[in-house]
């Protein structure tokens, strides 16, 4: 079997994984990106230092920001020194690394690689959508087994619909979104302790509450827009938030039997962290030209 190496860029980590292979065959370094070029740079150099093994007959990366994979471009990933002019990574990546390089948005990455890990046990699965809880919230959509982006590319960007209250101003110049309540960037703003306090302190009550409502929303919103067979949820707090998002859609349920109809606790699943979504589903994914009629995503 031929090898690819699955990519999983993220504001602070770089995780580089090749396919097939064994524990020695990933690796995680700091992203330490100031800009297109050097991110390119510390991709790069991030796969040529994994140990000899296969050659890779392809690279895809999943990266934060607005990515345009048929252009192989990305733009606005303000974590990582990218601003709103389209960089072409693949096409760099490519010259350097010498195979073809795909990139996709993170969370969607995520979401195919959340797809490939559930329905290794559970075939029957075709619709699935991961929700992404990071320093953002984003989520990706598969349906029917492919990667479902939208006429603008834009499915599943929930976290900048206002689902959070009608007081709390957004970075992006709307009031009450998602991210602005439940973000990681707005957590650490609102507790002293940052995101990672928010299942750990008591004094953080109140902003978990309107956290956790907000989130059970979204996935409300979601399941009702797309009927997913399962609603993933992934990211940094995800293990902790769960318990009380699942209580809150019981709330739900409590009180509208149609809500219970809508989305049921069962279908709101974490994943482990060995799934390794993030450069699973990078390793899955395909130039767009051959996704245009197949279905998104192989094997790794």
């Known amino acids: 079997m031929t090898a690819r190496v699955g990519v ?6 770089l995780r580089v994984r090749r396919f097939p292979g064994g524990p020695a065959d990933r690796l995680e370094v700091p992203t330490a990106a100031a800009g297109g070029p050097s991110l390119a740079d510390r991709i790069a150099a991030a796969i040529e230092a994994l140990p ?10 999943g990266i934060p920001g607005l990515v345009d994979p048929a252009a192989g471009t990305v733009r606005h990933a303000v974590n990582l020194g990218i601003d709103g002019t389209p960089f072409p990574l693949a096409s760099v990546l490519a ?15 995520a979401a195919l690689g959340a797809y490939h890990h559930i329905t290794r046990e559970r075939p029957a699965i075709s619709d699935i959508v ?9 989520a990706g959509v598969v349906m029917g087994g492919r990667l479902h982006r939208g006429r603008h590319g834009i499915a599943g ?22 991210e602005a309540v439940a973000g990681g960037r707005a957590l650490d703003e609102l507790l002293p302790g ?12 109140p902003v978990r509450d309107r956290a956790v409502a907000a ?4 996935l409300y919103v979601l399941a009702a827009a797309y009927d997913p067979d399962v609603l993933v949820l992934g990211g940094g ?11 809150a859609l019981l709330d739900m349920a409590a009180s509208s039997p149609l809500g219970g109809e809508v989305v049921s606790v069962e279908r709101v699943i974490t994943l482990p962290p060995e799934a390794d979504v993030g450069t699973t589903g990078a390793a899955l994914l395909e130039p767009p030209s051959a996704t245009a009629e197949g279905r998104q995503g192989g094997n790794p």
């Open 8 to 13: 999983d860029v993220g504001g602070t980590t």
């Open 52 to 61: 000899a093994g296969p050659e890779p007959e392809m690279v895809g990366v």
């Open 95 to 109: 010259g350097r690394l010498g195979v073809p390089v795909v990139i996709e948005n993170d969370v969607r990455t």
């Open 130 to 138: 991961y929700v992404g809880l990071g320093t953002g919230i984003s």
């Open 157 to 178: 960007e929930i976290g900048h619909a206002p689902l959070g209250d009608t007081a709390t101003p957004c970075r992006c110049g709307l009031v009450g979104c998602l």
């Open 194 to 205: 940052g995101a990672i306090s928010l299942f750990t302190d008591p004094e953080a009550a």
């Open 215 to 218: 989130i059970a929303r979204a």
């Open 237 to 247: 707090i995800a293990k902790d938030a769960t318990p009380a998002v699942r209580r």
